[in-house]
């Protein structure tokens, strides 16, 4: 077994929860169906559960993220929206490993849109606990706006990604520019919950909304959430879309430019701005 890095160790996990070594074999141990396939529901001695999300494309940004996130809303009380609680994460070799709990409930579908919708809302009013752009505690960027979904550098400032988005535009000699600076300096960095897709959100036995996954959940400028509602690429986003209340955007237009201009090329290695050519991480 390879090393195990703890990146969260939460005070308020169960005084039960098995070490990660125990974690990791049952993990890998039950035979996984197409719902479960990312992650798997495990016993505790109590007869309680916990719910671990594992594999080689899971982050520590999205963990500590996820964590960030639910601790926000239960310190405000939030009755719109709930996120699972972190218990632990961890790494194992390329495996990244999220112990959560675990919250009983329905996936939500076409007649939920109202209730999703204001959980949303409440999502993209979270403001960045810094001024890291990306995951908490930094990281690549995941969002449709880049091929595959995921940013191909870290960005130290809304300059440079700014600068890498115009680049493209420039490089592609298409119109329009972006001006991320100002809307931040208005908004700053918010929550930004790209993959607005039905198996994401959940409604439990309280008929409350929970939020799922944020391995595509960053830290943006409220452009990056313009841009997913205008995208409207899910049924879920297409029903949500004008229930929800977020800052308009004159990059949107620009920014969906940038992002087609990427697609011929199957890289975002497209117009990077010279201070960004030398690095990758």
């Not at 070799?93 to 076409?110: A, D, H, L, P, T």
């Not at 959940?202 to 400028?221: H, N, S």
Request: charged share 25%; net charge neutral.
């Amino acid at each position: 077994m390879a090393q195990i890095k703890i990146v969260i160790d939460a005070e308020n996990k169960p005084a039960n929860l098995p070490d990660p070594e125990v974690i990791i074999e049952q993990c890998h141990g039950p035979a996984h169906t197409k719902i479960n396939f990312r992650g798997v529901r495990l016993l505790l001695d109590n007869e309680e559960y916990y719910w671990v999300k594992f594999g080689p494309d899971i982050t520590m940004g999205e963990a500590r993220t996820q964590d960030y996130v639910a601790r926000v809303l239960e310190r405000n009380a939030d009755t719109t929206v709930k996120v699972p609680s972190v218990y632990l994460a961890f790494q194992e070799g390329s495996f990244g490993y999220i112990v959560m709990e675990y919250i009983r409930g329905e996936m939500c579908g076409r007649a939920d849109a109202d209730l999703v919708a204001a959980s949303v809302q409440s999502l993209i009013a979270i403001e960045s606990p810094d001024s890291v752009l990306g995951p908490v505690g930094g990281g690549f960027i995941q969002h449709p706006f880049f091929v595959d979904w995921v940013a191909s550098r870290q960005y130290k400032s809304v300059q440079q990604l700014e600068k890498h988005i115009n680049g493209i535009l420039r490089a592609t000699e298409r119109r329009g520019r972006v001006r991320l600076q100002p809307e931040v300096a208005n908004y700053g960095l918010r929550l930004c919950p790209a993959d607005i897709h039905m198996t994401n959100f959940i409604k439990d036995d309280e008929g409350r909304i929970v939020a799922l996954d944020f391995g595509a959940t960053c830290f943006l400028p409220p452009s990056f959430f313009a841009f997913v509602m205008y995208r409207r690429d899910t049924l879920l986003a297409q029903l949500i879309a004008n229930k929800v209340k977020y800052p308009k955007s004159k990059d949107v237009d620009a920014m969906s430019m940038a992002s087609y201009a990427l697609v011929p090329y199957g890289t975002n290695e497209v117009g990077v701005p010279r201070e960004l050519k030398s690095r990758k991480n």
